[in-house]
């Protein structure tokens, strides 16, 4: 059983940043993170590949979050600066062992595990 855990959540005031952690139990061909406000539908954030660190972002994140594989194998995190209120939601690493490229890794179907969530909470 692959197993993901988070860390790294938290309350931030907005325009403050926030660094989120995830570990795999496995080597995963991509991860991801997705996140939920409530109400709301789950929603692509960003992605990243194990193999070559190709990364996509969605749109309403871009130049504000940055991807990146860890130091330790079959980790990654994500770097989120100048945080908007509209950022508060759960977040949840993903990870996937099928091979995706640009908007195809946005996709959440694709994703085989998930994590639990970590609560991020951008005060106004």
């Known amino acids: 059983q692959v197993q993901l855990v988070e860390s790294g959540g938290g309350l931030v005031q907005t325009g403050g940043s926030l660094r989120l952690s995830c570990a795999a139990s496995?080597?995963?061909?991509?991860m991801g993170w997705f996140r939920q406000a409530p109400g709301k539908e789950r929603e692509f954030v960003a992605t990243?590949?194990?193999?070559?660190?190709?990364?996509y972002y969605a749109d309403s994140v871009k130049g504000r979050f940055t991807i990146s594989r860890g130091n330790a194998q079959n980790t990654m995190s994500l770097q989120m600066n100048s945080l908007k209120p509209e950022g508060t939601a759960v977040y949840y690493c993903?990870?996937?062992?099928?091979?995706?490229?640009?908007?195809?890794?946005?996709?959440?179907?694709?994703?085989?595990?998930w994590g639990q969530g970590t609560q991020v909470t951008v005060s106004s």
């Open positions: 496995e080597r995963a061909m991509a």
């Open positions: 993903a990870a996937t062992w099928s091979f995706c490229s640009g908007y195809m890794c946005s996709n959440s179907a694709i994703y085989n595990h």
């Open positions: 990243i590949r194990s193999n070559d660190g190709n990364t």
